[in-house]
């Protein structure tokens, strides 16, 4: 069974920092592109960024470009969102997820919270 | 990246059939066959329902089925049930090498 745990999230104040995880498994880490996906409260969904199964390719939605760094450990079957410069429109659940460029987003993490605020 | 456009709320009777859109460019929807869409009820995580424009994943039911005209994509349930009642949102990969989300459709089954 394909289990994908977020971890990380909580309250930070506009400006700091924050590293969500993300633990997989049931699946072959090392060879699964992965993703992750924000939703603000009562919001749609937002693609944030992906990385791909080798952690050379890293894509990023306009909007955090610069701030967040994604990045993957296969030794720890983890991925990783490292986010600077927290705004408060960066408000959201943070949803990993693996990822197939034609296969879409085909697991999904239960979610973490990020409040930014002050 | 703008968000695709889908309709806020679509709602249909127990048994009925009914339709999503998803409209985009031709940077996105029209250029690239990687359209998937998502189940998402209240509080839970998203659900894969239909990937590269009209493949259902397994477990998925065949009552799910999706098209693509154009700029446009198109999400239809038939036999609508009542947990088919949810948040439905489609998904492009674009000319930018991105991901776009439409903006999210409520389906209520009366």
């Known amino acids: 069974e394909v289990q994908l745990v977020e971890s990380g999230g909580g309250l930070v104040q506009p400006g700091g920092s924050l590293r969500l995880s993300c633990e997989a498994s049931g699946f072959t880490f090392s060879s699964s592109w992965m993703s992750w996906v924000r939703q603000a409260p009562g919001k749609g969904l937002e693609w944030v960024a992906h990385i791909n199964s080798g952690g050379s390719e890293e894509y990023y939605v306009d909007s955090v470009k610069g701030r967040f760094t994604i990045s993957r450990d296969h030794t720890k079957n983890s991925l990783y969102l490292q986010m600077n410069s927290l705004r408060v429109e960066d408000t959201a659940v943070y949803y990993c997820?693996?990822?197939?460029?034609?296969?879409?987003?085909?697991?999904w993490g239960q979610g973490s919270l990020v409040t930014v605020s002050s | 990246q703008s968000a695709l456009t889908q309709p806020a709320s679509v709602s249909g009777s127990p048994g009925q059939s009914i339709t999503i859109s998803c409209t985009g460019t031709s940077s996105d929807v029209g250029g690239y066959n990687y359209v998937s869409w998502y189940q998402q009820h209240p509080g839970k995580a998203p659900k894969l329902m239909i990937y590269?424009?009209?493949n259902r994943p397994s477990g998925v039911p065949d009552r799910f089925s999706a098209s693509k005209s154009g700029n446009t994509a198109s999400l239809t349930i038939s036999g609508l049930q009542a947990e088919d009642e949810a948040d439905y949102y489609c998904s492009s990969y674009t000319s930018s090498r991105t991901y776009v989300f439409g903006t999210g459709t409520k389906v209520t089954v009366l």
């Open positions: 997820a693996r990822f197939g460029v034609r296969a879409g987003w085909s697991d």
């Open positions: 590269e424009v009209t």
